[in-house]
């Protein structure tokens, strides 16, 4: 071999062998030939790795290191200084003031909350500026008071506020009213403080609250934290609210609860399990084992681009790392959200660092930093007052099978989409409020309606509903027991508007009706008493009830009213004939009899009519006597215009129509007898001391005796509408007093000899009982709200007084008749008049043209006279000046 061949090759192999050194572990390419590099800044990150996100977060932050070295023009990194905290220790400003002091970073990035980050800021002057970059969910939303600690600044967007919101608008688009709280304790104080203060607020936004909520401690510092899980389980198993939310937990402490609640059968129908971003951003990392017992949970997500190609290289690089250093989660080894922050907020600290060029000051390390402005893995890196500018969005995921269903997505903004694209396209609040509708769900236990989120007594045995077996009126409530089936049968008109008003609801609502034999206030305290679930039936909402048990909406309007019997009224017979017609009828036909007549006469006049003539005051008589002698055709003047004819023919029409109505009002008037009711008020009722009658298990018997002040030996208990008209007719009672809808079906059966009168007490209505603090009042008085707006309950009420016989009761006819008013013959009237109007415009028409006719011809006879005396006056002048010298000089030849 030659030596320049050999030399040759050599070369070659020393260049290879400089390509092989400037690659890195992960097969990416170093920039710098050398792996000697300028450090220019030291980062300080305080994790716990002892978590899955802890470890996450280290792996992001290694690789994000990594990278800026690997990229980095000049051959200059920082240096990442790790600090590990146990999930029992609470030495997160401990550990930052010793990164500080001792490894001399210049910023600290890791989850400190605010609270931690004001105490190491004012540790000393070391750390008095040194920025402290956190990205702990755990931190709250942007505060006046946060926005002062210039150094601090939050590198996420899922605040606890906006997880709380999230878990409140998934609570009121449900409409469940309570829900029970279950959190892990943090390692510090300030994490936990405040965070039911935030749930509670963000659920009093859409009517819910907490009815309780249960702190765990962590599960690291729990000898046999299954054990204890078991015991407090046990406790909210008991409780009626099944609506469960995990506002914060770790990952180890959520596997346990759930594994636990299942075993106990809090996973089964019925139970409503919401978890937060801590856990269903984890579900990714989670072993299909623990995810079978999380069947049916509803959980968000913080939403990031997973397509990007920058995403799957770094999923890529991050699995690799991951499984190197924890083999034992190999399988489960995909970065979460968690991660993605980490990553971007390390970068971001980086880049700033290179920025000052060596020449670090805290006050300008943060400036730089707040200036950063890039698309990252975990969405958009641009800072605001030190907190992130990107809005958070959530995606509302589903567990079920061995994974999870994203199912909607949701925002502060726009609430609720199932469309991403949408959501993209959405800049005025579409999706305001709870406007979005969310897909179907699986809820635990297999089911698929949603289910309510509490029950009775802990169980979720049908609600024992009771309703009133003696009610005096069987229409509203009627209790059968057949004997051949030995079933009861339960109907009428309050049945089938709590029945509607069910079929409202979001959510299935087992239930039974149970008879009830005793009095409606003892029915009210059986349910305030837990005897009976709730009561359903005509039950008058009371003040003195509302003090032991819920009432709904009232589904109908009520008020006491008290019914006599009717007798005929005394009849004035001497204007009987008067009375027939109103007095707007008597003004009409005057104004029609005198338009008409005018209308004939002036017709008559203009057309030359013989019989029609004499002095002014003649005239005037002869037509006002016209006007009331055409009435009755006794007119003497023949009528000769066919327009005259026509105005009388349309006339005669109105008179016989008047006529005919005339005749059969006063014969009704006449026939028919005037009915008044027997009692006018109830003063004369007390006056007289007279009995009166109403339901004996009604709370009217109290209203009379304290509000009415009717003696207690004057009031007569009538159990059944049946017993009143014979009551009635024995003079047992001299009136029924009823509450507004029995009255109605009072009448509307015995329509004969009956009438309401007097005032109307006004009262509460009825509705369905419920006890004190249940959320299915809240629930129903909703669903009644809408049965009612709809026009359901109209109709089941036309429905249950449509059985009546009568037609038209006496009283209603007596009633009925009366003076008789204009509109029956408006019609005639218009044409009527109509014609006359037309008549007497085209007679006024003709006698202006006579009149004008008439004036022409005299002034053409006096432009005439004037013309001859001009010309005689012309002659004579002529005469006068030239007349006499010329027979002058005539006469003088001669």
């Known amino acids: 071999m030659s030596p320049f061949v050999l030399l040759f090759f050599l070369l070659r192999c020393i260049l290879l062998l400089q390509e092989s050194k400037a690659l890195t572990d992960d097969g990416t390419t170093q920039i710098c030939p050398t792996k000697e590099h300028h450090i220019f800044g030291r980062i300080g990150a305080i994790i716990h790795q002892s978590s899955r996100i802890g470890r996450e977060q280290k792996i992001a932050m290694e690789l994000a290191i990594h990278d800026f070295e690997l990229h980095n023009l000049n051959c200059s990194k920082p ?183 299942k075993e106990l059968g809090m996973m089964e129908k019925g139970y409503v399990w919401i978890v937060s971003d801590e856990i269903a951003g984890l579900l990714d990392s989670i072993p299909a084992s623990d995810i079978l017992n999380m069947q049916g949970v509803i959980g968000f997500k913080n939403n990031y681009v997973d397509t990007s190609e920058s995403f799957r290289e770094f999923k890529i690089r991050f699995r690799r790392k991951y499984r190197s250093n924890f083999p034992e989660e190999e399988e489960y080894s995909s970065p979460s ?294 009435l009755s055709l006794a007119h003497r003047e023949t009528i000769r215009s066919n327009l005259s004819r026509l105005v009388l023919v349309a006339w005669l029409c109105v008179v016989a129509a008047v006529a005919a109505c005339f005749t059969a009002v006063l014969s009704s008037m006449l026939t028919v007898p005037k009915l008044q009711p027997s009692v006018l008020d109830v003063d004369y009722l007390l006056r007289i001391n007279a009995p009166v009658g109403c339901n004996g298990n009604s709370f009217i018997v109290q209203y009379l005796i304290n509000v009415l002040h009717f003696k207690a030996e004057n009031i007569r208990k009538i159990n059944s509408i049946n017993d009143y008209p014979s009551a009635f007719d024995k003079g047992e009672i001299l009136a029924a007093f009823y509450v507004a809808p029995h009255a109605k079906v009072f009448l509307a059966k015995y329509c004969k000899g009956y009438t309401m009168t007097g005032p109307i007490f006004k009262l509460g209505g009825f509705g369905f009982v419920f006890p004190k603090g249940s959320p299915l009042a809240i629930d129903i008085s909703e669903a009644i709200l809408k049965v009612t707006q709809n026009g359901e309950v109209n109709q089941l009420e036309k429905h249950m007084l449509s059985f009546s016989n009568c037609s038209t009761s006496l009283t209603q006819v007596a009633d009925t008749i009366g003076s008789l008013g204009p509109e029956p013959v408006s019609g005639l009237f218009k044409i009527s008049g109509s014609i006359s109007t037309i008549a007497i415009l085209i007679a006024v028409a003709r006698l202006l043209q006579r009149q004008w006719s008439i004036h022409d011809l005299v002034q053409k006879s006096l432009t005439m006279n004037r013309v001859l005396r001009w010309a005689a006056l012309v002659l004579t002048e002529c005469y006068t000046r030239f007349g006499v010298r010329f027979f002058r000089e005539t006469i003088i030849p001669t």
């Open 79 to 261: 240096v990442l200084h790790l600090k590990y905290l146990d999930l029992n220790s609470a030495g997160a400003v401990s550990a930052a003031y010793e990164l500080v002091k001792q490894k001399h970073v210049h910023a600290i990035l890791g989850t400190l909350t605010l609270q931690e980050a004001a105490q190491v800021l004012e540790f000393d002057d070391l750390t008095k500026h040194i920025p402290i970059i956190s990205i702990s969910s755990t931190s709250s939303s942007p505060t006046p008071s946060s926005t002062k600690l210039l150094s601090f600044i939050q590198m996420v967007t899922n605040h606890r506020n906006t997880q709380m919101q999230c878990i409140a608008a998934i609570v009121g688009h449900f409409r469940w009213r309570k829900v029970i709280a279950i959190y892990e304790q943090s390692t510090t104080f300030a994490a936990d403080s405040g965070i039911i203060t935030h749930l509670s607020d963000s659920l009093r936004s859409v009517d819910s609250f907490v009815e309780h909520h249960l702190s765990f401690p962590l599960v690291s510092s729990l000898s046999n934290p299954g054990a204890f899980i078991i015991q407090e389980l046990n406790k909210l198993k008991n409780m009626s609210v099944k609506t469960f939310t995990v506002i914060q937990s770790s990952l180890d402490f959520a596997m346990i609860l759930f594994q636990k609640a």
């Open 337 to 630: 959200i968690y991660a993605l922050q980490a990553y971007d907020a390390t970068r971001i600290i980086a880049k700033a660092m290179e920025n000052l060029q060596g020449k670090i000051d805290s006050k300008e390390l943060v400036q730089q930093i707040l200036y950063s402005n890039f698309e990252g893995l975990s969405g958009r890196m641009s800072l605001n007052n030190g907190f992130l500018i990107q809005k958070p969005i959530f995606w509302i995921v589903n567990v079920i099978g061995k994974s999870y269903r994203e199912i909607a997505l949701w925002s502060p903004e726009y609430g609720f989409t199932e469309d991403l694209m949408a959501y993209k396209e959405t800049k005025t609040g579409i999706f305001e409020g709870l406007e979005g509708k969310l897909s179907s769900i699986y809820w635990p236990g297999g089911e698929q309606t949603v289910p309510k989120g509490w029950t009775l007594a802990g169980t979720e045995k049908p609600l024992r509903i009771g309703v009133p077996a003696r009610g005096a009126f069987n229409q509203f409530v009627n209790v059968v027991f057949d004997q051949d089936r030995n079933e009861t049968s339960v109907s009428g008109f309050s049945i089938d508007v709590f029945e509607a008003a069910v079929k409202q609801l979001p959510y299935h609502l087992p239930y039974m009706f149970v008879p009830y034999y005793g009095s409606y206030d003892e029915m009210v305290a059986e349910v305030h008493n837990k005897s009976l679930d709730a009561a359903v039936g005509d039950t008058e909402i009371m003040a003195d009830r509302y003090v032991y048990a819920e009432f709904s909406q009232p589904y109908i309007e009520s008020g006491l009213v008290m019914v006599v019997t009717v007798k005929p009224g005394a009849k004035d017979k001497g204007f009987v004939i008067v009375d027939a017609f109103k007095m707007e009828m008597w003004i009409q036909m005057a104004a029609m009899s005198m338009s008409s007549a005018v209308a004939i006469w002036l017709t008559e006049y203009a057309n030359n009519n013989p019989e029609i003539r004499g002095s002014f005051w003649q005239l005037i008589s002869s037509m006002l006597w016209f006007c009331i002698t055409v």
